[in-house]
């Protein structure tokens, strides 16, 4: 089982819907969790953090923790055809001597 | 402030040579990363140094793979020799230090895409 799961997609949403990506995780000792994003040939770039159960909002983002489920998820409103990319979500832990671990990310393709 | 720097981006070599790639962290980072990324997966921390000192390399193939920071600033990842497997893309990052709090972010760089034929 791998400690970071994530669905590779492709997930794909028509342009102005809402994109829901979803990850679990293994390791219960996780404390703080990041999304990605990797455009194409790019480099990942932090898109948001989250520490505490429940929501938080940034803009058009909103990651979402349940910490029992262990379970991370990001939305994205009112998406656009530049957020397509693959969406790449890390976990940090203390049992791993606060190293990121990744997911393999979803590919999230956004139609006009 | 001027970002992560990695050279070459690109570089294809033939099975059993050996490869370097260079990195440059972000002005101020004591924390430097190496991490491995193949097509289609999410990056694979191979070392980590905190300034000069390697603090978990546990993932670093040490037959083959070798990694340094001299006045812990810059750092050279080498792979002596490459197989047909190391074909990836090795991505170097920095942050602050490498507490559990966001105010140490992760920054990339580029990468380097490595071909090995």
């Known amino acids: 089982q791998k400690e970071v799961e994530q669905n590779s997609g492709p997930l794909s949403v028509p342009e102005g819907a809402i994109a829901s990506l979803n990850c679990t995780y293994s390791?219960?000792?996780?404390?703080?969790f990041f999304w990605y994003r990797q455009y194409s040939g790019k480099s990942p770039e932090l898109i948001m953090f989250i520490y505490s159960n429940g929501d938080k909002e940034d803009g058009r983002f909103t990651a979402q923790l349940n910490k029992a489920s262990q379970y991370v998820s990001l939305l994205i409103r009112d998406s656009q055809p530049s957020d397509s990319a693959t969406y790449l979500c890390?976990?940090?832990?203390?049992?791993?001597?606060?190293?990121?671990?990744f997911g393999g990310g979803t590919r999230l393709m956004v139609k006009p | 402030e001027a970002g992560v720097v990695q050279s070459p981006r690109y570089k294809i070599i033939e099975k059993k040579q050996p490869v370097a790639f260079w990195c440059n962290p972000i002005s101020g980072h004591n924390t430097l990363y190496w991490y491995r990324q193949n097509l289609g997966q999410g990056p694979e921390l191979l070392i980590r140094?905190?300034?000069?000192?390697?603090?978990?390399d546990s993932q670093l193939p040490k037959d083959r793979f070798s990694a340094e920071r001299l006045k812990g600033v810059d750092s050279t990842l080498k792979i002596q020799p490459a197989e047909l497997g190391d074909s990836a893309v090795y991505l170097c990052?920095?942050?602050?230090?490498?507490?559990?709090?966001?105010?140490?972010?992760?920054?990339f760089g580029p990468g380097t895409r490595l071909t090995v034929l």
């Open positions: 140094y905190e300034n000069e000192e390697a603090v978990d």
């Open positions: 990052a920095s942050s602050r230090t490498s507490g559990v709090s966001s105010y140490n972010e992760q920054f």
């Open positions: 890390a976990v940090k832990s203390t049992n791993a001597g606060n190293m990121l671990t």
């Open positions: 390791d219960r000792g996780s404390q703080s």
